[in-house]
């Protein structure tokens, strides 16, 4: 029995990622129709197609079990290339619920992990992060710096969304938590897996992500990563 459940716990985090990548592929794809004559915006789009398609099947190969070596290697990333390649992701559901998005982050600011797995520790923080904001509008501010005492990275996401309850907020790294109903949007229903996935990750990479929130008034993820090989 616990095989089972853990079998079918690692098929819906592999559900969650697949999800999350094919809806930034298809909104990508969507752009790229309506670019019209626009050959610099087709041509990102085009671009940002083939990441998602790439990510996507690299899902699907860690799920056939043919890169498990591959994405176990970890290698110096730069936080800029994550940001860009996560927000990037997202940029179609930014504009469409009228989020603004703003970084700061120094150009020579790395941490040690997989590209991949980053990516989508950001990507399911900033998903959250634009659903909280669904139905106003609102700002994500992204930050890192370097802790030179502790020898990590600090990455902060915050938002001006709806925050996160008292009674939640405890609960939210926890698998299939979620407080998205079966009555919301297609796009909106959570399977309670993003932040599951995140912790998991960092907490693989020997960091740690914490939260921080006051209901109504936004949400603050803080991810702490190494920044030399430990």
Not at 80 to 108: F, H, Q, T, W, Y
Not at 134 to 140: E, F, K, L, P, V
Not at 161 to 180: A, M, Y
Request: net charge neutral; glycine share 12%; charged share 20%.
């Amino acid at each position: 029995m616990q095989r089972l459940a853990a079998i079918g716990g690692q098929t819906g985090q592999i559900a969650h990622e697949l999800n999350n990548t094919l809806t930034a592929l298809l909104g990508w794809a969507q752009q790229g129709l309506k670019a019209g004559k626009d050959t610099e915006r087709t041509n990102r789009a085009l671009r940002e197609v083939l990441a998602s398609a790439e990510r996507a099947t690299e899902i699907c190969r860690g799920l056939l079990g043919l890169s498990r070596r591959q994405a176990n290697q970890k290698e110096m990333v730069p936080i800029n290339d994550i940001i860009k390649e996560a927000s990037g992701s997202l940029a179609g559901s930014l504009e469409k619920n009228r989020v603004s998005l703003r970084c700061r982050c120094p150009d020579d600011l790395a941490a040690y992990g997989n590209r991949v797995e980053l990516v989508q520790v950001l990507l399911n923080i900033l998903i959250n992060s634009c659903q909280a904001m669904a139905d106003g509008g609102g700002t994500i501010r992204i930050s890192a710096n370097r802790d030179e005492g502790r020898g990590r990275v600090g990455i902060t996401i915050s938002d001006t969304g709806v925050g996160i309850s008292t009674e939640n907020i405890g609960q939210v790294f926890e698998p299939f938590f979620t407080t998205k109903e079966s009555t919301d949007t297609a796009d909106q229903i959570g399977t309670g897996l993003g932040l599951a996935i995140c912790r998991d990750i960092v907490t693989a990479h020997g960091g740690c992500i914490e939260v921080d929130s006051v209901e109504g008034q936004g949400a603050s993820f803080k991810i702490f990563l190494p920044c030399s090989l430990t």
